[in-house]
């Protein structure tokens, strides 16, 4: 029987949320956001969670920063350790100061570290009971996965991305069930000698098609029995049932516009081991 852990999750509102540039293939200022819609779906998540039993706390938007909704990116906590983001982009480096200054402002945190090298925390970072996985290939530099494994004092495992649509590993791999190390990834965003290591270290992996992938379908969050993903990802709801999850599907469409769906909008707090 699969049991749903409570999780700690941190959201920033859409409040300035368009597409004002473009730096991932989704992006195209053309297409405008419909704000009031955008509001309505990052709500729904926001309570969807919380009807979960989750906690959701909140981090104030600053105005120029688009994208700050987004707040996977932010920074990257592990047993309480807080390493922050390095954004390549310069259009989204303002964002990682005011997430540093979030965790500097509240208390439970080990330790809080400005990196040194590009990392996009969260957008790169998966973490399962026995390691992180760490993605590279358009934004975060292989540098960061040994910083990140020498501040977390966990073993990181680099994979490449190949495909610039999946240019975040959380685009194409989701972590189901951190304690028993159970994921789901899309094959064909990875380079052939990440496809080997995935399938060596999960066989059991769920693997999701091309049209599940497009979808966002891997940008999901999971409490270890409840997989929230974009209702547009219908392929995924019976396999992961038959694993015995709980796929909740949510409307975030507005958020595609930019690349982004559910994992994007959640950065999970992790907190430091009791005693």
Same mark, same amino acid.
Not at 73 to 89: I, K, S
Not at 173 to 191: H, N
């Given at each position: 029987m699969r049991t749903a852990t409570p999780r700690r999750y941190l959201m920033c509102p859409p409040a300035h949320f368009?597409?004002?540039?473009?730096?991932?293939?989704?992006?195209d200022p053309d297409k405008p956001v419909d704000p009031a819609l955008a509001l309505f779906q990052w709500e729904?998540?926001?309570?969807?969670?919380?009807?979960?039993?989750?906690?959701?706390?909140?981090?104030?938007?600053?105005?120029?920063?688009?994208?700050?909704?987004?707040?996977?990116?932010?920074?990257?906590?592990?047993?309480?350790?807080?390493?922050?983001?390095?954004?390549?982009? !310069?259009?989204?480096?303002?964002?990682a100061p005011a997430h540093l200054a979030w965790f500097r402002s509240h208390d439970g945190f080990v330790e809080v570290r400005e990196p040194e090298h590009v990392n996009e925390a969260e957008g790169d970072f998966a973490v399962t009971s026995s390691w992180m996985l760490a993605g590279q290939g358009f934004r975060s530099s292989p540098l960061a996965h040994d910083e990140a494994q020498e501040f977390f004092g966990r073993p990181v495992i680099s994979l490449e991305l190949?495909?610039?649509?999946?240019?975040?590993?959380?685009?194409?791999?989701?972590?189901?069930?951190?304690?028993?190390?159970?994921?789901?990834?899309?094959?064909?965003?990875?380079? !052939?000698?990440?496809?080997?290591?995935?399938?060596?270290?999960?066989?059991?992996?769920?693997?999701?098609?091309?049209?599940?992938a497009v979808v966002f379908g891997l940008n999901a969050v999971s409490d270890g029995?409840?997989?929230?993903?974009?209702?547009?990802?219908?392929?995924?709801?019976?396999?992961l049932k038959d694993r015995?999850?709980?796929p909740v599907g949510v409307d975030l469409a507005e958020f595609h516009k930019a690349g982004g769906s559910v994992k994007c909008c959640t950065m999970e707090v992790r907190p430091a081991p009791p005693g």
């Open positions: 368009r597409v004002a540039y473009s730096i991932n293939p989704w992006m729904d998540l926001r309570d969807r969670y919380r009807s979960l039993g989750h906690t959701v706390e909140i981090l104030d938007p600053v105005a120029g920063l688009p994208d700050m909704v987004f707040a996977a990116n932010g920074a990257t906590v592990v047993d309480g350790r807080v390493l922050g983001a390095r954004f390549a982009n !310069p259009e989204r480096a303002d964002e190949t495909d610039p649509r999946y240019y975040h590993l959380d685009t194409a791999l989701a972590v189901l069930d951190d304690a028993a190390d159970e994921i789901m990834y899309y094959p064909g965003a990875f380079s !052939p000698g990440s496809r080997a290591v995935l399938a060596r270290l999960f066989p059991d992996a769920l693997l999701a098609t091309a049209e599940d029995l409840n997989v929230v993903l974009p209702r547009e990802a219908a392929g995924l709801f019976d396999p015995g999850y709980v």
